[in-house]
């Protein structure tokens, strides 16, 4: 058994399009997606096919520009020329995974001091375990598409070669049947 989680594209594809319908079904209309890159990028593309709504990128990294980890994330890009535009909003901010929480426990922080009306977070992968910080009572709506043991996921946008990847998920979906 691998001690890795292979996801392939047509499953990114198939969660975003769940948690889509699940959005919609509670009734959250967001005005504006934000991203955090670099792995929120390709999920919030998705998004933005079942809700055409604009997408505003961020790039925060333990790692900044000069790749040296970092005690705490750092912003490598922000949307300084539109942050006006997030006041009064409803944000829907996309990351691919929820793992110490401290990316998207900084990013919210952030956003929150530009007063959007309100928050959403949606991630890919909820990972199982104590996180480094909560998010603030701000945030009251957290759709997680999946949630998972603390285990590595193995994301496709990073696979060197796709194909062996969608095998590997493949195989990793046949061996959890048995
Ligand atoms: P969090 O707030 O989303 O929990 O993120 P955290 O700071 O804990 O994560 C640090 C980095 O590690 C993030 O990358 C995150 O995407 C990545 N990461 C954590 N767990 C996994 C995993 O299981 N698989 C993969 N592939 N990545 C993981 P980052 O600094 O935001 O860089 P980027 O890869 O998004 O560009
Ligand atoms: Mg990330």
Same mark, same amino acid.
């Given at each position: ?55 505003? $990128? #961020? ?8 790749? !040296?980890?970092?005690?705490? &994330?750092?912003? @490598? *890009? ?41 928050? $959403? #977070? ?8 104590? !996180?480094?910080?909560?998010? &603030?009572?701000? @945030? *009251? ?38």
């Amino acid at each position: 058994m691998s001690d890795k989680f292979y996801v392939g594209y047509n499953t990114v594809h198939k969660l975003i399009k769940g948690l889509a319908a699940k959005i919609e079904s509670e009734g959250f209309d967001p005005d504006v997606i934000v991203a955090i890159g670099s792995g929120g990028f390709i999920p919030a593309r998705i998004m933005k096919t079942f809700i055409n709504r604009p997408i505003y $990128a #961020v790039g925060i990294s333990y790692y900044g520009v000069d790749r !040296k980890h970092k005690s705490h &994330p750092t912003k @490598i *890009q922000w949307i300084d020329e539109v942050q006006e535009q997030l006041r009064g909003k409803k944000v829907l901010l996309i990351d691919e995974v929820d793992d110490t929480r401290a990316t998207l426990a900084y990013c919210v922080g952030e956003l929150l001091s530009y007063q959007p009306e309100e928050i $959403a #977070v949606l991630v890919l992968h909820n990972k199982l375990k104590k !996180k480094d910080v909560e998010f &603030p009572p701000e @945030i *009251q709506k957290y759709y997680p598409a999946l949630e998972i043991g603390d285990i590595w996921i193995k994301y496709p946008w990073d696979a060197e070669d796709i194909d062996e990847h969608t095998e590997c998920e493949k195989k990793m979906l046949e061996e959890m049947k048995n």
